[in-house]
């Protein structure tokens, strides 16, 4: 059965400094992966799939297939990036079901 | 562009009542729809989803049932609450196609009293 682990419940960084937030995953298939991101007080929200390789509000994610790892990373941390991230990995077959991860919640402290 | 919209915001029931929480999607046709679970800690549990009208998919035993009338429209219902019942309802939607990412709600706060 597909896994999803965010080994991490809670991250702590300096503003300015570099954040990496840790996802795992296994999955027989070619997976398809994607982060969440929900800010205090407002919906859970899309930040970026693998397969767009695109960079949002500075973050970035690389998909290793050797390490099944998809990490969330940021050279420089700002306060507004405080909030909780899921680490989310789609089945294949009908459905768009998702598997999420336990979530990590990224305080960026001044 | 697409909106979901789901109600009410926060709900208080007593144990053994009825419940109906709704969702509705705007701006896209046959989306698929999603009920999670939201947990402190233990990050979201898929519910229900569902393809199509009257198409409802289980994930996990419990309580709770879900129901699709219309295309964009998704119930989730309970005959009895239970104390456990109690948490963070979402609902989603998600193109139809293959591989698309979901969009979430704002959320029901369910309290079991």
């Known amino acids: 059965a597909q896994r999803v682990t965010q080994p991490e419940k809670l991250l702590s960084v300096f503003k300015g400094a570099p954040v990496e937030l840790k996802c795992n995953y296994s999955y027989s298939g070619s997976p398809e992966l994607f982060w969440y991101v929900q800010y205090s007080r407002q919906r859970l929200q899309l930040l970026l799939r693998h397969i767009s390789r695109e960079s949002i509000k500075g973050f970035t994610a690389d998909l290793n297939k050797g390490e099944t790892s998809f990490h969330l990373k940021k050279p420089f941390a700002q306060e507004e990036d405080s909030a909780m991230y899921y680490c989310a990995l789609s089945e294949k077959g009908g459905g768009n079901k998702l598997t999420f991860g336990t979530g990590t919640q990224l305080k960026v402290e001044l | 562009s697409q909106t979901i919209h789901q109600w009410p915001a926060t709900l208080v029931q007593p144990v053994g009542s009825p419940l109906s929480l709704e969702c509705t999607v705007e701006?896209?046709?046959?989306?698929?729809l999603y009920w999670y679970r939201q947990a402190a800690g233990r990050g979201l549990q898929l519910l229900f989803y569902?393809?199509?009208?009257?198409?409802i998919s289980s994930e996990v035993p419990q309580n709770l049932s879900a129901s699709r009338p219309q295309d964009r429209q998704f119930i989730l219902s309970s005959k009895k609450l239970l104390l456990s019942d109690s948490g963070f309802y979402l609902c989603?939607?998600?193109?139809?196609?293959?591989?698309?990412?979901?969009?979430f709600g704002d959320g029901t706060r369910l309290s079991i009293l």
């Open positions: 569902s393809v199509g009208i009257g198409q």
């Open positions: 701006g896209t046709s046959n989306p698929n």
């Open positions: 989603a939607w998600s193109p139809g196609q293959a591989n698309q990412p979901q969009h």
